[in-house]
């Protein structure tokens, strides 16, 4: 497999998306990745850390996407920047997969400059796993789609059940829409209509209804909902307490466990582990014909390492033919 790997995107780039590329070769023999960037920079960078692989090439480009600038103005003044550079590679046929920790909203507008749509699609969406009391669960979209319609957040929903079924092990994936109440009319005209839409749809047997927002973390489905504006405010300040909680559970274990540090390391360390988002990698923009992982913008080595492995296995569980399946027996049901 050929992954085009936005070596300018991150805060610290490039040097852990080399290192990444590195690991991710390493683990995988049949896997390729093109550094797109800076050629100049990169093979410096190759030569320096001795880091050179005869599975991984460098192609140049000309620019790169700031996380503070705006992607449509920043992709037209910069039409052959790093991450347009990549989505160009895969348009081509010169890659089968993207990967990018750079600014999120310019993957999404690059990606969608291509076209490279699943057959059906109306609007690819970011999906999310997110921890919950039962395991985790899929949020989508988080941020690639803020002014969804009823129709793309229906597709969300099948498009999340695969993908959940593939990677969570949810046999049938139980799917909820997040509102601000659980019963029947309650949201905006969006959110009313697409639970009236899911409750007669193919995935009506599945639906949960509408889904609080502490009703995420509970598990009280495996796909919840939502469009890209609410969903990225969800996984933001997700992350913030995530990070408050475990500063504050480290400060509360190590004056309650002062004799015994040791222990009280190890098991922060597990629990870092459990929930660090390097673990993952990064998250698939579902929908894309070819394969897209959007990685956290302050990815390290390891993050960047495991979204290349993570494109690989999106691929090997044929999650896009799956889709393209299940949307057109979707439509045929409406």
């Known amino acids: 497999m050929r992954i085009a790997l936005?070596?300018?995107?991150?805060?610290?780039?490039?040097?852990?998306?080399?290192?990444?590329?590195?690991?991710?070769?390493?683990?995988?023999?049949?896997?390729?990745?093109?550094?797109?960037?800076?050629?100049?920079?990169l093979e410096s960078h190759l030569?320096?850390?001795?880091?050179?692989?005869?599975?991984?090439?460098?192609?140049?480009?000309?620019?790169?996407?700031?996380?503070?600038e705006k992607p449509t103005v920043a992709l037209r003044e910069k039409p052959d920047c790093s991450i347009a550079r990549c989505w160009k590679l895969m348009a081509g046929g010169d890659a089968d997969a993207v990967v990018s920790a750079g600014?999120?909203?310019a993957v999404v507008a690059a990606g969608l400059r291509t076209r490279l749509f699943l057959k059906g699609v109306k609007r690819p969406g970011?999906?999310?796993?997110?921890?919950?009391?039962?395991?985790?669960?899929?949020?989508?979209?988080?941020?690639?789609?803020?002014?969804?319609?009823?129709?793309h957040l229906l597709q969300y929903g099948v498009m999340g059940s695969i993908y959940a079924r593939e990677f969570l092990g949810s046999g049938e994936p139980l799917v909820g829409l997040m509102n601000i109440g659980s019963e029947d009319g309650k949201g905006n005209d969006l959110y009313r209509e697409t639970h009236q839409?899911?409750?007669?749809?193919?995935?009506r047997d599945r639906y949960v209804g509408n889904v609080e927002g502490r009703g995420l973390y509970q598990?009280?489905?495996d796909v919840l909902l939502c469009e890209g504006f609410v969903g990225n405010i969800i996984l933001k300040v997700s992350e913030g307490i995530a990070s408050f909680m475990m500063q504050s559970l480290?400060?509360?274990?190590?004056?309650?466990?002062?004799?015994?540090?040791?222990?009280?390391?190890?098991?922060?360390s597990e629990l870092g582990r459990r929930y660090r988002y390097q673990e993952a990698g990064g998250a698939p923009l579902l929908?894309?014909?070819?394969?897209?992982?959007?990685?956290?913008?302050?990815?390290?080595?390891?993050?960047?390492?495991?979204?290349?492995?993570?494109?690989?296995d999106m691929d090997a569980h044929n999650i896009n033919s799956q889709i393209v399946e299940q949307l057109a027996m979707q439509a045929a049901n409406v």
Not at 47 to 68: A, P, T
Not at 197 to 203: A, C, D, I, K
Not at 256 to 265: H, I, K, Q
Request: with cysteine.
């Open 197 to 203: 839409r899911l409750s007669v749809s193919r995935l």
């Open 219 to 221: 598990g009280e489905a």
């Open 47 to 68: 030569d320096s850390e001795g880091l050179k692989s005869d599975r991984i090439s460098i192609v140049g480009s000309d620019g790169v996407v700031g996380m503070d």
């Open 126 to 151: 970011i999906a999310v796993t997110l921890p919950t009391r039962k395991g985790a669960s899929v949020l989508l979209d988080v941020g690639a789609n803020p002014d969804a319609r009823p129709e």
């Open 250 to 268: 480290g400060e509360s274990l190590m004056t309650e466990l002062s004799d015994e540090r040791e222990r009280a390391g190890a098991v922060l």
């Open 287 to 312: 929908g894309i014909d070819g394969t897209c992982i959007i990685c956290h913008g302050s990815s390290d080595a390891d993050s960047v390492g495991n979204a290349l492995l993570m494109a690989v």
């Open 6 to 41: 936005d070596a300018m995107g991150g805060d610290f780039a490039p040097i852990p998306n080399v290192q990444g590329a590195v690991q991710a070769v390493g683990q995988n023999d049949d896997l390729t990745v093109i550094l797109v960037g800076d050629q100049r920079a």
């Open 103 to 105: 600014n999120t909203g």
